[in-house]
């Protein structure tokens, strides 16, 4: 099992960071980023589910893409991420150098800006794509689902 990394503590106790710091890479306070709204994914769901092109979601949350993938995938499926595919947000670059959190432990514990992962199949793509854009959606295509490799993790990092 991972440790898990409080972002609370790591900012105010470790750092010694007040709600009101000001943190240029972040462009705002603290209080700010932590309070920021969060994105609800109802409309873009239901638009792929409505196409007949989802076949699978996973909420990235306590976890991270490491251990909440997987649960949308069938048992000989694992996912291969690319980790340059998408802008990791600054807030997870400092938690992870302020508790020099292994990398490992930050991709387990911390969504890394990816709230939502959503599986079509490879024909479904494009559309999917088009579904998105036309709604204005931001997404990012994250990776893909391979046949897991026997004694191999479900979740490959590339």
């Known amino acids: ?4 990394w409080p972002r609370s503590k790591l900012l105010f106790e470790v750092a010694g960071y007040q709600p009101n710091t000001w943190r240029h890479e972040l462009g705002t306070t603290l209080a700010e980023e932590l309070l ?5 994914y109802l409309k873009p769901i239901r638009a792929l589910i409505a196409a007949r092109v989802l076949k699978g979601a996973a909420h990235i949350t306590g976890g991270g ?12 499926m694992a996912a291969a991420i ?10 997870f ?29 490879e024909k479904d793509a494009v559309r999917a794509e088009r579904i998105l854009r036309k709604m204005n959606e931001p997404y990012h295509t ?8 026997r004694g191999g993790p479900r979740v490959e990092y590339r």
């Open 82 to 91: 690319e980790v340059s595919s998408w802008p990791v947000p600054p807030i």
């Open 142 to 149: 994250v990776g893909r689902v391979i046949k897991m490799r």
């Open 36 to 40: 920021k709204i969060h994105r609800s």
């Open 65 to 76: 893409i490491t251990d909440n993938t997987p649960r949308m995938l069938p048992e000989s």
């Open 93 to 121: 670059r400092m938690l992870r150098d302020i508790g020099d959190v292994p990398e490992e432990d930050w991709r387990r514990t911390l969504n890394l800006g990816i709230g939502m992962i959503l599986a079509v199949g």
């Open 1 to 4: 099992m991972a440790t898990r």
